[in-house]
Nanobody, 128 residues
């Protein structure tokens, strides 16, 4: 079992930056694949960024590429999402997700159904 707690959301003007954090507790963090998803009102949850068990394995949604950076610190059991050049369309609740991986692979997962554990979400609001 893994518990995930997101933080770092807030309100920012377009062009600004935020860094989201997701602190994990429970099973060995380094064995987990991690992802960030978001959900805007009236829309389905969508993939933003993911990182594998290896810090060099990352994937981004086209909307996030070049503006967002996902990273992980296994010593702190934390995954981060640095968001720069924010746009009003980035407004959403952002969720952290974890998938346990018993064997080391270079995989990265981008679909919500791939993940076993979810945080409660943190609101990001970008005003124009």
């Amino acid at each position: 079992q893994v518990q995930l707690v997101e933080s770092g959301g807030g309100s920012v003007q377009a062009g600004g930056s935020l860094r989201l954090s997701c602190a994990a507790s429970g099973r060995t963090f380094s064995s987990h694949f991690m992802g960030w998803f978001r959900q805007a009102p009236g829309k389905e949850r969508e993939f933003v960024a993911a990182i594998g068990q290896s810090v060099s394995s990352t994937k981004y949604a086209d909307s996030a590429l070049g503006r967002f950076t996902i990273s992980r610190d296994n010593a702190k059991s934390t995954v981060y999402l640095q968001m720069n050049s924010l746009k009003p369309e980035d407004t959403a609740v952002y969720y952290c997700a974890a998938k346990y991986g018993p064997y080391w692979t270079n995989d990265v997962y981008t679909t919500p159904s791939d993940y076993d554990y979810w945080g409660q979400g943190t609101q990001v609001t970008v005003s124009s």
